[in-house]
């Protein structure tokens, strides 16, 4: 095999924007031969490729190597357990799956599969130089003991207008969370592979806060980690014009990226030795101050797409298995879980105590969602009539 023949299911925004990209000859060796949408509009801009109405009927097709998934949230799992069974490749969009219980199904099924296939997330982020240069700095040894890191990351701002141009958006039912599981799983998936997964979470989530929806719109959470160190994590979706900048304070000084720039205040000798060996009452360790030259933000989903194609072809190592998808959305599940029973949760956390969770807040939920604008979730329509066949 020369080429990889895609399939993409979803020609929602995300959808379409890969379906771009690849007939635009971005991605070497990649051809996209078919989609699936149950909205014939979707259709308009790629006359060129194979249409079908059900992800069951191009699974099933045999015109395709491997499915990219962009349906919304919920529907994740139960097409992905579907192309894997069918022994196609899969690379999934972000989040893996709304739940980590449904993130363990979808695990389990690609490690059952007749054939290996290729199994991947759509991390773009893991791309961008910035994070895989504070990754080297911290995986390297280079900043010493990580003591503490804090991530605020507060310019995800959304209008009321954008929660109301669909019927499922930010509904329990509909997407499963609000700002941790729609805009943050880039940005939980980047705390987890930089720092490792935490110990305990302690987390509180306003739910509605600044917007007429039912799940959460700010979060602050506490993270505290096997070594000693801790994390804060702040995002929401009502502050303006918003932050992001991350703080990482370590035993060689500390760390700012911010506005595109990694700053280094270095000390010349580590903190703990200093603090150890110092006579002065007042004193502080001298210091460099060091500007980390990057790159731009790298290749982002482009990237991911010609690694998936790499992989396939040539046996290359996936820049983001979906298997570690796992991780950023059980970060999630355990800061709604522990602010929903004001708790702090323990992990690795039940996958399915929080579905549980969940489903009650699901079947509990008296909240009626008014849409302005009927944006139709084609790709969950799309779906739900997969679940049904």
Not at 71 to 92: F, N, Q, S, Y
Not at 106 to 123: D, H, W
Request: hydrophobic share 40%; aromatic share 8%.
């Amino acid at each position: 095999m020369k080429t990889v023949r895609l399939g993409i299911i979803g020609l929602g925004s995300m959808g379409a924007a890969h379906a771009r990209w690849i007939l635009e000859g971005k991605v070497p060796r990649l051809e996209l031969v078919a989609a699936a949408d149950t909205d014939p509009a979707a259709f308009g801009p790629f006359p060129e490729i194979r249409k079908f109405e059900s992800a069951r009927d191009l699974i099933a097709s045999g015109a395709v190597d491997a499915i990219l998934i962009a349906t919304p949230h919920w529907d994740h799992v139960r097409i992905g357990v579907e192309v894997l069974k069918a022994g196609l490749h899969l690379l999934v969009e972000k989040p893996i799956g709304v739940h980590k219980a449904d993130c363990e199904r979808l695990i389990a099924a690609s490690r059952t599969a007749g054939r290996k296939p290729v199994f991947a997330a759509m991390f773009n982020q893991r791309t961008d130089p910035h994070y895989t240069k504070l990754r080297d700095l911290v995986q390297s040894g280079e900043l010493g003991a990580i003591q503490r890191v804090q991530w605020t990351i507060t310019n995800w701002f959304r209008s009321q207008t954008y929660y109301s141009s669909g019927g499922w958006r930010a509904t329990w039912k509909g997407e499963g969370g609000g700002v941790l599981l729609n805009q943050c799983p880039h940005n939980l998936d980047l705390l987890q592979w930089i720092f490792g997964m935490p110990e305990t979470v302690t987390a509180f989530c306003r739910l509605g806060h600044y917007h007429d929806i039912e799940v959460e719109d700010d979060v602050t959470a506490y993270l505290s980690y096997r070594n000693g160190s801790t994390a804060t994590f702040i995002a929401s979706t009502g502050e303006a014009p918003g932050t992001n900048r991350m703080e990482i304070a370590c035993d060689r000084g500390r760390v700012v990226l911010e506005r595109g720039a990694i700053h280094f205040v270095r000390t010349v000798v580590p903190v703990s030795e200093f603090c150890r060996t110092t006579p002065g009452k007042w004193a502080g360790p001298e210091t460099w101050n060091i500007e980390i030259p990057v790159e731009e933000s790298g290749e982002q989903h482009v990237g991911i797409l010609k690694n998936f194609v790499a992989a396939i072809l040539d046996r290359a190592p996936l820049i983001a298995p979906a298997a570690e998808g796992i991780h950023s959305v059980e970060l999630a599940n355990a800061m709604l879980l522990s602010s929903f029973k004001k708790t702090t949760v323990t992990l690795p956390m039940s996958g399915k105590a929080y579905e549980a969770a969940l489903k009650a807040r699901i079947s509990s939920s008296r909240f009626h969602k008014k849409t302005v604008v009927r944006r139709g979730p084609s790709a969950r329509d799309m779906a739900n009539s997969f679940g049904k066949l």
